[in-house]
Structures are given as C-alpha cells and as structure tokens.
C-alpha cells in the first residue's frame, strides 16, 4: 500500500470513530490549543519510514504552511530569544522552504532528528501531527 | 549522552490506552530512566484498579499528536528520538514487560532507574519503549512523564 493510500486510511478510520465516539476527536487538553484541530482527522498525518518521517499529499501543504507561519513568528527577536537549538532549527525549516520552492512537493521526508524540530515548528502554530507507521 | 523528557496523555478509555511511546531508529535507542505514572480523570471519582505495562514496541501504531522532546538541558541538540501520544491505534508491545504494575486510580507512581539499568528499545527504525494501561472498568485519562538517554 502506498503512503497516500495509507494516509486516506488512516483519515477515514478517524472520521469514522469521531462519528461513533467523541473520545476520538482528540484528548481534550491538546484540542484545547489555539489553531490545533481538534479532530484527529483533520491533523496531518506523518509516517515513521527507515530512520525517517515522511508525510504525503495535501498534508505537506498542511505542514508546509505551518512551518511558513512559524518562520514569520520566528522572525521576532523577542521569539528568537527563547527559541532553542536555533541553528539546528533554522537549517530544518531552511530545507523545508526549499522543497516549498519546488513545483508542488508530493511527499516530503525529513531524518527523524529534523522532524523533531518540525513539530516543534508546528506546535508554537497550533498544528498537531497524527504519526503512524509506515512500514506494515 | 543527552537527557530528554515528553510528557503525555492517552486517549480517554477502558484500556488498553497508551500515553507515550517513545520510537528510537536504527542510529539510536532510548534508554528510558524517568517515568512518573499518574491518571488526568477529573474528578477521581472511581475506586478502581488500573494495571499499566510498561514494554518494547515494534510498530508505532497511530499517535494522536507526535509532542517534541524536550532536552532537560536547552543548550542540546534536539533529540532523535520521536514520541507518539493519545494514540488511536495502539503500537505493536512484546510478549513481556519491564513493568507490570497495578494502581488505584487515585494513585501515581515514580520510577527513577539508575544507569545501566534503564528500561531500553533496540536500535531498529520504528522500534521503541512505551506504557499504556489496560483493564479498567470506568473510562480514564492516563499520563505518563517519560525521560530518558540517547
């Protein structure tokens, strides 16, 4: 099955326990945040690949712009004080720009290292990412 | 070395429900040293008992929300280890636990481990260590505080 197909599976799964269950929509303190949607369907979905993360299709736009609003915070100087491992940060985001650069990226994959400074990225933005495996 | 920590919650159930896994990669394994088990439900207003497991996994099943490491020293490098929380689809566990407890729901429990004695993944890429509680009559929240090594 490929990352796409897997991706719509996962997002289906979701919508359809969100309609049986309201636990499913999200635990309450995370769906609490400013900007996170709290439905896990509607939160990009990142696959743990080999030694990588990957996401596909419309959640790349999804976290492509929440790396894009982070960088304009990011920009403060008041925020840059207490953003950590800066230079690690920067070089991250400064990847994912450039794949923003190219004609619309279908899949973007980032070492587990780098992933780790995207979601930190996206959660000073509000987006949540639903991680699940991506070699079964 | 460096010490990181993830704090996180389960998805509200009957169990099993797991709060954090922590996935290692083949260029590294989290050496887990740091746990503090407790339960968010609020009110506690169930007397009930809640076994909770501790162990290896090898599929990440499908978290919730994927929560930054927080290195305990900000001048580190972020960590390579990811985290998975409030998961929808469980991770796989093995056959066996590092720990296999039972605790009142009104209860928490900390386990500090010495080095050379921390609970370990293997160095395999979706491969990790995670707790997760099972059993358990009236529906709860469980949060687990997970630091370790790497």
């Given at each position: 099955m490929s990352l796409t197909e897997k991706r719509a599976a996962v997002i289906e799964r979701h919508r359809n326990?969100?309609?049986f269950d309201p636990h499913w929509k999200g635990v309450a303190e995370e769906a609490k945040k400013p900007g996170s949607p709290a439905k896990l369907s509607e939160r990009p979905v990142a696959f743990v690949c080999d030694d990588e993360i990957a996401v596909t299709g419309d959640c790349v736009g999804k976290v492509l712009s929440a790396v894009n609003k982070f960088l304009e915070i990011a920009a403060d100087k008041s925020f840059q004080e207490?953003?950590?491992?800066?230079?690690?940060?920067?070089?991250?985001?400064?990847?994912?720009?450039?794949?923003?650069?190219?004609?619309?990226?279908?899949?973007?994959?980032l070492s587990q290292q780098r992933w780790n400074a995207v979601t930190y990225a996206l959660s000073v933005v509000g987006v949540d990412c639903v991680l699940t495996d991506g070699n079964d | 070395m460096k010490?990181?920590?993830?704090?996180?919650?389960?998805a509200s159930g009957t169990g099993p429900q797991t709060?954090?896994?922590?996935?290692?990669?083949?260029?590294?394994?989290?050496?887990?040293?740091?746990?503090?088990?407790?339960?968010?439900?609020?009110?506690?207003?169930?007397?009930?008992?809640?076994?909770?497991?501790?162990?290896?996994?090898?599929?990440?099943?499908?978290?919730?929300?994927?929560?930054?490491?927080?290195?305990?020293?900000?001048?580190?490098?972020?960590?390579?280890?990811?985290?998975?929380i409030a998961h929808s689809a469980e991770p796989t566990y093995g056959a066996t636990f590092?720990?296999?407890?039972?605790?009142?729901?009104?209860s928490s429990k900390e386990m500090a481990l010495v080095d050379g004695r921390e609970f370990s993944g293997s160095a395999t890429a979706s491969n990790g260590v995670a707790g997760k509680m099972t059993l358990v009559t009236a529906a709860l929240v469980m949060s687990m505080l997970t630091g370790w090594r790497e």
């Open positions: 326990q969100e309609q207490r953003a950590k491992s800066e230079r690690d940060l920067a070089y991250t985001l400064a990847k994912c720009k450039q794949l923003t650069a190219s004609p619309a990226p279908a899949e973007l994959r | 010490q990181y920590t993830v704090q996180g919650l389960s709060a954090v896994n922590i996935i290692g990669s083949t260029a590294i394994r989290a050496l887990i040293n740091s746990l503090v088990i407790g339960f968010r439900t609020n009110p506690a207003a169930s007397d009930q008992q809640v076994r909770v497991q501790v162990g290896n996994t090898t599929a990440v099943g499908t978290a919730g929300s994927s929560p930054t490491p927080k290195p305990n020293d900000p001048q580190d490098v972020a960590a390579v280890s990811t985290a998975g590092f720990a296999d407890i039972d605790l009142n729901q009104r």
